[in-house]
Nanobody, 123 residues
């Protein structure tokens, strides 16, 4: 059973930085892509950033381009999200997700999910 465990969330002031981590275990198939989504209260879960496991091509939502960076450590089976210049509108629960078929931009494209980690940005 695949498990994704996120860490690194917390409270930060606007303009600050946080790094989220997502460690994967229990894989039985080759990962195609991993991604970060976020969900604010009363809103849908939205794509933030994704990375192809082979090759490392990255994709970002327009709202985070230039501020967030997704990267991976294959040896540790871990994906990271470096978040800089944080804004209050970045406040959400951030979820790590893993896909075995394709890198997509919707929740239906992903096969496994972590439990989420809260990021709160104060103004």
């Amino acid at each position: 059973q695949v498990q994704l465990v996120e860490s690194g969330g917390g409270l930060v002031q606007a303009g600050g930085s946080l790094r989220l981590s997502c460690a994967a275990s229990g894989r039985t198939f080759t990962t195609y892509a991993m991604a970060w989504f976020r969900q604010a209260p009363g809103k849908e879960r939205d794509f933030v950033a994704g990375i192809r496991w082979s090759g490392g091509t990255t994709y970002y939502a327009d709202s985070v381009k230039g501020r967030f960076t997704i990267f991976r450590d294959n040896a540790k089976n871990t994906v990271y999200l470096q978040m800089n210049s944080l804004k209050p509108e970045d406040t959400a629960v951030y979820y790590c997700a893993e896909a075995y078929r394709r890198l997509g931009y919707t929740v239906d494209d992903y096969d496994y999910w972590g439990q989420g980690t809260q990021v709160t940005v104060s103004s």
